[in-house]
């Protein structure tokens, strides 16, 4: 029927404009997730095969990134379950304590491979906060939906992981003799 | 506020997830407070550097085969008409006029088979509707390796423009001299007459709610890069270079004044398409921030390339 092909060619320019531009960071969440090319590729094509499939639920006004990368958890939560990899972690972490200290600035001259490796040092649970909302620019409230996790939990995750990030480049800074300019 | 409170609101006043009130209240002390704001320029300048080094990390870049390869699958996956669609094709209106018009073709076929005529009239009918559903494929595929192969040409511009603001407003690396946007009314038309006002004027607006960091007009010319000539407005908000760039394009848009975002390391670029110039704005602002500049400016430059008859 005429009516329902040209339906479908809409529906398919509002995803090609809104979904699909976001392929590549979709794949780079996979492979931050699963660090395999080939898996990560499998994850992306099943994330974006599902999110074709139900489109009529997105609402345009929504982030579509944060519905993508919720696709992507969910397929790639099922994976790991399926290989036994999903644990369940008790949350322990605190709360953002009452004093916060003061945090240098990170040192200089340090190269975007001594931050990718500082920011892999850092336990998973906290680094997926981190890149969740500072390099996917996911709100406390994606983020605590997507994680399943209370807002409260995403903001303490969020502030031990660049603390602990922190930590790290200054470790590697040091290793370096790289003064720090804090 | 003081200190302590403000280091405990720090990681949300940088992801923008306090009220407008507290808000102000942080923007208060920082004004007040040295400790506090290198405090925040350095957690600031982390997450830029975080964010960067992940965007640009070689071993995170999706194979483009593999993207264009799932992208075509997903078209053809989206456009394929559904086997209810395929039966109720041609007109019928639902489910009782298709089982309607079944029985019609099956005692039609029947019919033809025992009464009305020689079989192989059938089956020149059917190849003749065989013909014409490959010649519909055929149409459709070709529409899709256009749009794919326009998609191509538009992210090439694209990229173009992002290596011209590189290269031209940071690095000040060109290999032929800008032109001032005088002498460039003069050899090149009137579109470039007062193109820097209209978009300054425009870029203003797109920050009417955040007057802390006003944008500013630094310098507009006529560039060239990668053999493209751009026409190049260069603005600046709380010290990132904003590039606005106009050249002229036979591209049919991807979607005509629809603004599209697009990321290369840590730069973005927002473009749009008005009749035979593509705008496009490349800045390492936040990718929302580029589109609400490039959203704010469309409607202005519409007008200047009617004005100027471009």
Known sequence: MFGIGKQREKEWAVFEAE????????????????????????LTQETFTQALKSFHRYSPETNCRAWLITILYRINGKRRLKLGQLKLVEDTEEQIAETVAFEPSIPDHLTDEDILRAIEQVPARFSEVVLLTDVESLSYKEAAELLGVPIGTVMSRLHRGRRLLRQELTGVAREFGIASNG | MDCHEFRRLTDSYLNDELLVETNHDVLRHLENCRDCRAQLEGQRELRFRLRNAVVSAANLQIDTSFASRLQSDLRQTALRPGIWEQLTAGGFGGLRSAALSLACLLVIAIGGFFILGPLNERSAANNDVNQRGQNDTIVEANRARLADAVKVAWNELSSQAVGDHKNCAVKFNLDDRPIPLDEAVRQYGPLNKDIDKAVFEAAKTAFDDDRSAPIKLVEAHVCIFGGRRFTHIVLSRHGKVISVLVTDTDLPAESDSTVTDRIYGASNAAGFSIGTHAIFVVSDMEPAENIQVARAILPVMRRHLETAGA
Request: hydrophobic share 50%; glycine share 0%.
């Open chain 1, 19 to 42: 979904a699909l531009p976001l392929m590549p960071d979709i794949f780079r969440v996979a492979k931050w997730l699963c660090r395999d090319t080939e898996i990560a590729e499998d």
